[in-house]
């Protein structure tokens, strides 16, 4: 009985705290969706599904992760992401498919990518190209965007909340982003 009685207490005593909590997390989700950008004119639908763009072709090794969340900061899982891009060279691959691939995220929107550091190419910063979005629903496009580039501030598509967060790994770069989608 006594046992019970504690059990009970402790339930009482937890819920609020469990509920404020939650709270807490509702309040702390601050939604700012991921803003859309042009796919330009070098997007081709029915790319091969795959996390690892690159095999042995030059050019400094990119490796981008990041997770894919809802307006309501909750993950996305089994998200969509699209991948296209220039090579180090700053040419697409418009009869092949190199440097493009889809890939499905995880159980909790996380992907990841394998690719290379993309060239430059006239009246552009560089740059990765990406459609996103539910498995069940509508894509939204964007471009992203690395930091400290010149180019940036010179690139009319340029938008600082689509950098990447990027630092210096042991055989190339690793970057982040976190992509939010629109309710
Ligand atoms: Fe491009």
Same mark, same amino acid.
């Given at each position: ?6 059990r ?34 070098y ?7 795959r ?30 992401? $699209? ?9 697409? $691959? ?15 929107g ?26 069940d ?47």
């Open positions: 009985m006594s046992r019970l009685l504690t009970r207490a402790a339930l009482i005593i937890a819920a609020p705290a469990v509920l404020t909590l939650s709270r807490a997390a509702l309040a702390a989700c601050d939604p700012r969706p991921t803003p859309a950008e042009t796919a330009g004119p997007y081709k639908a029915g790319a091969p599904e996390q690892m763009l690159v095999g042995h072709e030059g050019g400094k090794r990119l490796v981008l992760s990041g997770q894919v969340t809802g307006a309501d900061c909750r993950p996305v899982p089994g998200a969509l992401l $699209d991948f296209w891009q220039a090579d180090e060279a700053g040419r697409y $691959d418009n009869q092949g498919w190199a440097l493009r691939g889809w890939q499905r995220a995880d159980g909790e996380r992907f990841r990518l394998e690719t290379v550091v993309p060239g430059l190419y006239p009246g552009r910063t560089r740059h990765l190209h990406v459609k996103v979005g539910r498995p629903g509508p894509r939204m496009t964007t471009q992203l965007y690395f930091p400290d580039e010149p180019g940036n501030r010179r690139d009319g598509l340029f938008r600082p909340e689509l950098l990447m967060r990027v630092a210096d790994a042991r055989d190339g770069k690793e970057a982040s982003f976190d992509f939010m989608l629109s309710p």
